[in-house]
């Protein structure tokens, strides 16, 4: 019996080690989904006051901001992973419907990372408000969507 | 004195207007680049574990993720604003010395974002372990010498 006893017991304590461990994993990526949407929001808030005149246009600054949010743009997809919505974790706002309904949500941020890189390839350091008007709200309509279906 | 009065009221809710303000740029400013550094370390974690053996060597994950923290490397500059060091925010463990010696301390940035942009450029969806090495370790340093020194 003792050698079953012990075996037993390293079996529960391997147990616990992954799951300790998957459930590291799944809280590192809602950290680090939640800080790559920050520093989008920071980016493209900024980008947006410019557009709505509550600051003074700068196509420089504009032109780094869109930068910015075309490559944070590419990087949350891969840490939307199951156990990490909201049904399983009160630490996120991503309802369970991401994983219900992966293809869509998937283009839709593939989506999102298109109008980023189209809104980048479009400003320049001399570029006006009114040369990247449509591609800015093109960016915005794709963060709207999501959020409407996807977010809490 | 009731023209006075007014005119200081106004003048005070001005204040208290533009103080609040400076607080949300100060918060903003320290959620921001605390953002970004939680990004850079989910990458550059996952890249490690792989140098280190911890997981498999993955050419093509290691290069897309070289890829974020040379973008993610020139972002959180802008962010270390006078104000939002921890001897005037405890939500922060940049120390004041970052304002005192800014040039030293806007270099480091800069060494750590061109060695950051060396590794994205060395790594190719089929190199090796041997070929990043050198890059790796050099981000790897600079990282350690701005904590060494401005932080907490």
Known sequence: MKKLATVTLSAALA???????ADDKIEDAIDYR???????RYNFGTMGDMM????????KEFN??????????????????????????????????IGENWDKFSKGMGMFGDNAAALASTATDSSSKDD?????????KSCKGCHDNFKD
Do not use: C, H, W
């Not at 709505?52 to 196509?59: P, V």
């Open 15 to 21: 147990l616990t080690s992954t799951t300790v461990f």
């Open 34 to 40: 939640q800080s790559v949407f920050t520093a989008i």
């Open 52 to 59: 709505k005149g509550k600051i003074d246009f700068d196509a």
């Open 64 to 97: 780094r901001r869109a930068d910015n949010v075309a490559a944070l743009s590419k990087m949350p997809l891969e840490a939307f992973i199951p156990g990490s919505y909201k049904d399983s974790d009160d630490d996120t706002d991503a309802l369970p419907a």
């Open 132 to 140: 990247v008007a449509s591609a800015f709200m093109k960016v915005a």
